[in-house]
């Protein structure tokens, strides 16, 4: 069992960075691949990065792709993603997930544990 806590979320403005945290508890933290999703009012939950249980495997939706960067670390049991060059349609409740699997998953059928969300509000 993985409880996972998200955090870091907040109000900024467009061009702007965040960090967002992923706190997890539980020792087998280092067996699961973390993923990254986010929700928009109104739209379905949409995958945004997923890193493997090493660290060393990292895939990004295209729509992310040289500003969000996902990162592990496993001996703090938290996973990172950092936002920059923030856009109004980054707009979303973030969610970060467990997965028990070897490599990367992007679907969110294939994550076993969810956090409850962090807010994060782009203003233009």
């Known amino acids: 069992q993985v409880q996972l806590v998200e955090s870091g979320g907040g109000l900024v403005q467009a061009g702007g960075s965040l960090r967002l945290s992923c706190a997890a508890s539980g020792r087998t933290f280092s067996s699961y691949a973390m993923g990254w999703f986010r929700q928009a009012p109104g739209k379905e939950r949409e995958f945004v990065a997923v890193?493997?249980?090493?660290?060393?495997?990292?895939y990004y939706a295209d729509s992310v792709k040289g500003r969000f960067t996902i990162s592990r670390d496993n001996a703090k049991n938290t996973v990172y993603l950092q936002m920059n060059s923030l856009k109004p349609e980054d707009t979303a409740v973030y969610y970060c997930?467990?997965?028990?699997?070897?490599?990367?998953?992007?679907?969110?059928?294939?994550?076993?544990?969810w956090g409850q969300g962090t807010q994060v509000t782009v203003s233009s």
């Open positions: 997930a467990a997965a028990t699997t070897i490599g990367v998953v992007t679907t969110i059928r294939r994550y076993d544990y």
């Open positions: 890193i493997d249980w090493s660290g060393g495997v990292t």
